[in-house]
């Protein structure tokens, strides 16, 4: 167990459709990274906060959005869903800005 | 040219062998390299964490990085049929900015 958190494991939802994935890092780490992983496209970096704030992004589409709140937990955003957004989606933290050191369970999410 | 290259395998070995896993990057600017290992369906679990060149030891693994080639390896000795997984290599900048991840090693180990 790696002390991420995020909820829910699974979730299906139709094309068009607004979906939040919540992320809870480890105690006392700051960093907060979103990945998208795909069979095709491997694992992809789309975005980190660091203690609230935005810190880098990567190949993350306009359709998605994340936040990063006080209690440090995390949100990722996904509107305006498509066939093409079926994935795993992994939220990893760290106590810097070092690197994703440790990586939660993951959501799969369907878009039918 | 992707910034980090890694063979997708599949790489398939005896119980007891050494795997040499390896990846290659463009970048110099990367200073942190991680190995993880997942299993099919789980998050990637970190195996190795190094800062710069040199080589590091736990147990079984051993990370080498050797930055003026641009070449990091993981070494896993007495391989077991429970280090069948994929293996991600990573790299992140200096200041730690979004880590790149190379695309994963299938490894199987036969009993």
Same mark, same amino acid.
């Given at each position: 167990?790696?002390?991420?958190?995020?909820?829910?494991?699974?979730? @299906?939802?139709?094309?068009?459709?607004?979906?939040?994935?919540?992320?809870?890092?480890?105690?006392?780490?700051?960093?907060?990274?979103?990945?998208?992983?795909?069979?095709?496209?491997?694992?992809?970096?789309?975005?980190?906060?660091? #203690?609230?704030?935005?810190?880098?992004?990567? #190949? @993350?589409?306009?359709?998605?959005?994340?936040?990063?709140?006080?209690?440090?937990?995390?949100?990722? #955003?996904?509107?305006?869903?498509?066939?093409?957004?079926?994935?795993?989606?992994?939220?990893?933290?760290?106590?810097?800005?070092?690197?994703?050191?440790?990586?939660?369970?993951?959501?799969?999410?369907?878009?039918? | 040219?992707?910034?980090?290259?890694?063979?997708?395998?599949?790489?398939?070995?005896?119980?007891?062998?050494?795997?040499?896993?390896?990846? +290659?990057?463009?970048?110099?600017?990367?200073?942190?390299?991680?190995?993880?290992?997942?299993?099919?369906?789980?998050?990637?679990?970190?195996?190795?964490? +190094?800062?710069?060149?040199?080589?590091?030891?736990?147990? $079984?693994? +051993?990370?080498?990085?050797?930055?003026?080639?641009?070449?990091?390896?993981?070494?896993?000795?007495?391989?077991?049929?429970?280090?069948?997984?994929?293996?991600?290599?990573?790299?992140?900048?200096?200041?730690?900015?979004? +880590?790149?991840?190379?695309?994963?090693? $299938?490894?199987?180990?036969?009993?």
């Amino acid at each position: 167990d790696s002390g991420v958190t995020q909820t829910p494991k699974h979730l @299906i939802t139709a094309t068009g459709q607004r979906v939040t994935l919540r992320c809870s890092p480890r105690s006392g780490d700051l960093s907060v990274y979103w990945y998208q992983q795909s069979l095709d496209q491997g694992l992809q970096f789309l975005i980190q906060y660091y #203690n609230g704030e935005e810190r880098a992004k990567g #190949n @993350i589409l306009e359709r998605f959005s994340a936040q990063q709140f006080p209690d440090l937990h995390s949100e990722l #955003n996904l509107s305006s869903l498509e066939l093409g957004d079926s994935a795993l989606y992994f939220c990893a933290s760290s106590v810097e800005s070092q690197g994703s050191r440790f990586f939660g369970p993951g959501t799969r999410l369907t878009v039918l | 040219q992707k910034e980090v290259e890694q063979d997708p395998g599949p790489l398939s070995v005896p119980e007891g062998a050494i795997v040499s896993l390896n990846c +290659t990057y463009s970048n110099s600017a990367f200073q942190y390299f991680m190995w993880y290992r997942q299993y099919s369906r789980k998050g990637p679990e970190l195996l190795m964490y +190094t800062y710069s060149s040199g080589n590091k030891e736990d147990g $079984r693994f +051993t990370a080498q990085v050797d930055k003026s080639s641009k070449y990091i390896s993981l070494f896993i000795r007495d391989s077991q049929p429970s280090d069948s997984a994929t293996y991600l290599c990573a790299m992140s900048y200096t200041g730690g900015f979004k +880590t790149i991840f190379g695309a994963g090693t $299938r490894l199987f180990v036969k009993a």
